[in-house]
Every structure is written in structure tokens, then in C-alpha cells.
């Protein structure tokens, strides 16, 4: 009764009907399961949170979510395993809260789901949210399992309501933050594909160039609500080393 120990099984699917105007090898007319994820997550001594996800779209298995999370200290908690990299506020944002089928194009500059650990925390009863993690790295909207290099990135993302106790509901609504993502591409890794919404390949490097170097990722972010009103907004700015052949820096 007190919920200090909890188990939780749930799930959410998404199916989707895919037409084009012009159908090519790169848009084909199809339906698909975008989504097939069944959801186990709990609670142990009230101390400890956990949720495990995996994935069966497109009939295979990916894991998505398998994380714990320390939360004895109300203003710092220890969260480890893999989980979303604390980054770009739309992704986020669960897919069964998202206003619109698919994200928006910036999301495909931020990274995904990676392994590590992350201190986040709370303080002022909500005014500031903070995010502090170290994790393997990934491409620009990627997700993996391991990481190709030695070197790792570290991340961190705050986010604020500084009206939130306001009288003033225009005001009360409004959120502001920030995210930086830095990491170092010590040996030549994969580089990133970006899709459009109907999940088509709109930009691929050529054959042959690697990611190399620095990676740096920065994003101002905001969202304001007011009665039915709300509004999302986040710019994003990625920037990467890239080698050819392993070679030539550009």
C-alpha cells in the first residue's frame, strides 16, 4: 500500500500506413509496425526504480530501455544502464506523449538511447531540473550497445521553470533550458543517416568517410503552456570530425 515495492506491466504499439506520391526504392508504399514494445518497471524499497523495454518492430529484437535508478536522495539520483541520452527535449518526450506521429527533423541531429551512467536530480520543488551523465557516445540520432572507441561523452542538460510559483498563468507555463554533449572519436566509428518523417534517407556521407575527432552537440530548448495553448521549440547544433579512408581530416 505504501508503493515502496511495485511491478508494472504494460506496453504500446504503433502501426502505421505509409503512401507516397512517388514510390522509388527509397519510399515504398507499406504498412508497418513503427512500435511493438511491452514495458516492465518497478519499484524495490522505494529506493530503487527500474524498467527494462525491448523492442519488436520490423520484426526484431532491439533493447531500448534496461535501467536502474537510485533515488534515496531526493536532490541526486544515480541512474545506470542504457536509457535516453539527456539531450534534445523532443526526444525526450515518450512516443505515447508526442503531439504528432513522428519527431521533428531536429531530433535527428541529437543522440538516442546509450549506456552509462547519469547524477539528475531536482531542486527548488521543481523550478530546476539538472542532468549530468557519462556515457559511451553516439552518433547524431543514434542508439547502441557498445562502444566502438575508448574515449566517452559526457553530457548535460538543466531545465527551468522560473515562474512556476507565479500568480501570472501566461507566465507559470513557461520552461527554458539548455544541453551540451561532448565526446572524443578516438578510433573511426559509423556516421549517421537523417530520414524524413515518412523515415526515408534524405542525407548519408559517402562511402568511405568515418566519424574521426571531436564531437559537439549544444541545444537551447523551451516549452511554454497556457490554458489549451502550448508550444515546443529546441535548436540543435551538431558538429563532427569526419576522416576519409581514415586519412584526411575534414
Not at 18 to 41: C, H, I, K, Q, S
Not at 48 to 57: G, K, S, T
Not at 66 to 90: D, R, S, V
Not at 156 to 184: C, H, I, K, M
Amino acid at each position: 500500500p505504501d508503493k515502496a515495492f511495485e511491478i508494472k506491466l504494460r506496453g504500446y504499439t504503433q502501426f502505421d500506413g505509409r503512401y507516397y506520391t512517388e514510390a522509388d526504392g527509397n519510399n515504398t508504399d507499406t504498412w508497418l509496425f513503427r512500435r511493438v514494445r511491452p514495458l516492465l518497471e518497478g519499484t524495490l524499497g522505494g529506493v530503487v526504480d527500474f524498467r527494462i523495454m525491448p523492442d519488436f518492430a520490423y520484426s526484431q529484437l532491439v533493447l531500448q530501455d534496461a535501467y536502474a535508478n537510485l533515488k534515496y536522495f531526493k536532490l541526486a539520483n544515480l541512474q545506470a544502464g542504457k536509457f535516453k541520452a539527456p539531450f534534445g527535449i523532443e526526444r525526450l518526450q515518450s512516443a505515447t506523449a508526442l503531439t504528432f506521429a513522428e519527431r521533428a527533423l531536429p531530433t535527428n541531429l541529437v543522440p538516442n538511447r546509450d549506456l552509462g551512467v547519469m547524477l539528475h536530480g531536482v531542486l527548488g520543488e521543481g523550478l530546476l531540473q539538472y542532468q549530468l551523465a557519462y556515457m559511451n557516445g553516439v552518433v547524431d540520432g543514434g542508439s547502441a550497445d557498445v562502444d566502438n572507441g575508448n574515449a566517452k561523452d559526457v553530457g548535460a542538460r538543466v531545465f527551468s521553470q522560473p515562474f512556476l510559483n507565479r500568480s501570472e498563468a501566461w507566465l507559470s507555463g513557461l520552461s527554458l533550458g539548455v544541453a551540451f554533449d561532448y565526446g572524443t572519436q578516438n578510433t573511426p566509428g559509423p556516421l549517421p543517416t537523417y530520414k524524413t518523417a515518412g523515415q526515408s534517407t534524405f542525407f548519408a556521407y559517402a562511402t568511405g568517410v568515418q566519424s574521426a575527432e571531436n564531437r559537439v552537440r549544444f541545444s537551447p530548448q523551451l516549452t511554454w503552456y497556457w490554458g489549451p495553448f502550448g508550444l515546443l521549440g529546441e535548436y540543435v547544433n551538431s558538429q563532427t570530425g569526419v576522416v576519409l579512408g581514415g586519412r584526411n581530416k575534414q
